[in-house]
């Protein structure tokens, strides 16, 4: 037994980040995956060139559709991919494949494993020889590298992940791949502001919202715009903090993110409630809340909870507000989560 103490928000989603990903991008709805699934069973017992260049597509299609919610049956296709790949000797698609393994590996917190696949990819790339397929392989090697700043930042090595986002920013910047090079310049900033340089930070975000910007990627927009407001918020500017978190939940809004939308609302009610307007804090905590419950992201959920818990409290209404304590812990303790407060008044 353990007890769960006041949970503020002040850093939610302070490092979101672009998890650097190429090729096809499909979302988990059964319609998608049903005709995968169909074009599968039309080619899998073909045998030509043609077909296994087919398969080596469907195989990476379905794996990578798999990749976040099921990464053991997700590797397990990927793993097709990479035999159809080597018979019809593609070497970067058994590169790009062997990455995605990587990944597969880092959504499972095995790391070490991880790191061991994108080196394979690496060396698998380092056998392409010919000049017109450069740009590809240039882009996927390009992938790679930025896929293992992504672990050596969560390993807590910030010396490794600068310099390998930095390696992968300048491949990106020799293609003139925009969005790849959005992507790591908005990992930089992640890394700069784990380490207190806000003012870093802000430069390379602000760098990243500018590409994104120019190219139309919302996404890249919203996430960059969430962080910008995330750091005026640490720094008690809630004017800017609520400019930009309303403006990115606007993006989310229009490409339909759920998540996104949710995150932003948690912190909009932290600016609220930090001004003192607790209706609308919790109109926000609230609407957040509800979306959580919704996808099932007990984590998030959590936090929601107990935020409204605690500006119960400051409304001195203590019933209703051990009803939002008694849920937060009731979530929190199967799952072996402790909170503590530094800054809860």
């Known amino acids: 037994?353990?007890?769960?103490?006041?949970?503020?928000?002040?850093?939610?989603?302070?490092?979101?980040?672009?998890?650097?990903?190429?090729?096809?991008?499909?979302?988990?709805?059964?319609?998608?995956?049903?005709?995968?699934f169909g074009a599968l069973k039309k080619y899998e017992h073909q045998r030509s060139y043609s077909a296994d260049t087919?398969?080596?597509?469907?195989?990476?299609?379905?794996g990578v559709a798999y990749q976040n919610s099921h990464p053991d049956t997700a590797m397990y296709f990927l793993n097709r991919s990479i035999e159809k790949a080597r018979s019809t000797?593609?070497?970067?698609?058994?590169?790009?494949?062997?990455?995605?393994?990587?990944?597969?590996?880092y959504s499972k917190g095995a790391y070490e494993q991880a790191m061991q696949y994108y080196s394979k990819a690496l060396i698998v790339l380092s056998q392409v020889k010919d000049e017109q397929n450069k740009y590809?392989?240039?882009?996927?090697?390009?992938?790679?590298?930025?896929?293992?700043?992504?672990?050596?930042?969560?390993?807590?090595?910030?010396?490794?992940?600068l310099e390998h986002y930095f390696r992968a920013l300048k491949l990106f910047e020799e293609m003139s791949n925009k969005i790849g090079k959005a992507i790591n310049i908005g990992n930089i900033a992640v890394i700069y502001d784990e380490q207190g340089d806000t003012t870093k930070a802000l430069e390379y975000y602000f760098q990243a919202l500018k590409i994104f910007e120019e190219t139309g990627h919302k996404q890249g927009q919203a996430n960059n715009l969430m962080n910008i407001g995330v750091i005026y918020f640490l720094k008690d500017d809630y004017a800017k903090a609520l400019?930009?978190?309303?403006?990115?939940?606007?993006?989310?809004?229009?490409?339909?993110?759920?998540?996104?939308?949710?995150?932003?609302?948690g912190n909009i009610g932290i600016i609220y409630k930090e001004q003192g307007n607790y209706t609308?804090?919790?109109?926000?905590?609230?609407?957040?809340?509800?979306?959580?419950q919704e996808t099932g992201d007990k984590y998030n959920q959590i936090f929601n909870l107990g935020n409204i818990g605690f500006l119960y409290i400051q409304l001195k209404e203590y019933k209703k507000a051990e009803v939002y304590l008694k849920k937060a812990i009731a979530i929190a303790e199967p799952m072996h989560i402790i909170y503590r407060v530094k800054d809860f008044y």
């Open 136 to 161: 590809k392989k240039n882009r996927t090697e390009a992938s790679v590298i930025g896929n293992m700043g992504v672990i050596y930042k969560e390993q807590g090595n910030y010396v490794k992940a």
């Open 54 to 62: 087919t398969l080596c597509n469907i195989y990476y299609e379905i």
């Open 243 to 265: 400019e930009y978190y309303l403006r990115a939940l606007k993006l989310f809004e229009e490409i339909g993110n759920k998540r996104g939308q949710s995150i932003n609302l």
């Open 1 to 36: 037994m353990f007890h769960i103490f006041a949970i503020e928000m002040r850093k939610i989603f302070l490092s979101i980040f672009f998890f650097l990903c190429t090729g096809f991008f499909y979302s988990q709805n059964e319609k998608r995956l049903d005709s995968l």
């Open 280 to 292: 609308k804090a919790l109109e926000c905590y609230f609407q957040s809340l509800a979306t959580f």
């Open 89 to 105: 000797k593609e070497k970067i698609k058994e590169a790009e494949n062997t990455r995605q393994i990587g990944w597969c590996y």
